[in-house]
């Protein structure tokens, strides 16, 4: 069975850090490209970030670039997006998702998603 569990989300005030972590499972992490995306009450699914599992490639979206950080640990098939210098505007509910390229991620050509789980970011 696929799976991709998020968790790390919460409340923080604006200025603070989370990190969200996201546990893969049931297909092979390594071949894939895991994205981080969010989405907003009213606003339309954002990409974030990701990062190709086998060559280390990343992709930032301007609204992050310099503030969140992702990165990968293939031995335990575990995603980690770390979020500096939080916004009220950061808050959303993230999903992560795997692709087989951060290029059909960016797409939204995805081939499993997450729940998600709630970022809110007090101004």
């Known amino acids: 069975e696929v799976q991709l569990v998020e968790s790390g989300g919460g409340l923080v005030q604006a200025g603070g850090s989370l990190r969200l972590s996201c546990a893969a499972s049931g297909f092979p992490f390594d071949e894939h490209a895991i994205g981080w995306f969010r989405q907003a009450p009213g606003k339309e699914r954002e990409v974030i970030s990701c990062?190709?599992?086998?060559?280390?490639?990343?992709y930032y979206a301007d609204s992050v670039k310099g503030r969140f950080t992702i990165s990968s640990d293939n031995a335990k098939n575990t995603v980690y997006l770390q979020m500096n210098s939080l916004k009220p505007e950061d808050t959303a509910v993230y999903s992560c998702?795997?692709?087989?390229?951060?290029?059909?991620?960016?797409?939204?050509?995805?081939?499993?998603w997450g729940q998600g789980t709630q970022v809110t970011v007090s101004g």
């Open positions: 990062i190709s599992n086998s060559d280390g490639i990343t």
């Open positions: 998702a795997a692709g087989i390229t951060i290029a059909s991620l960016i797409l939204l050509d995805v081939d499993y």
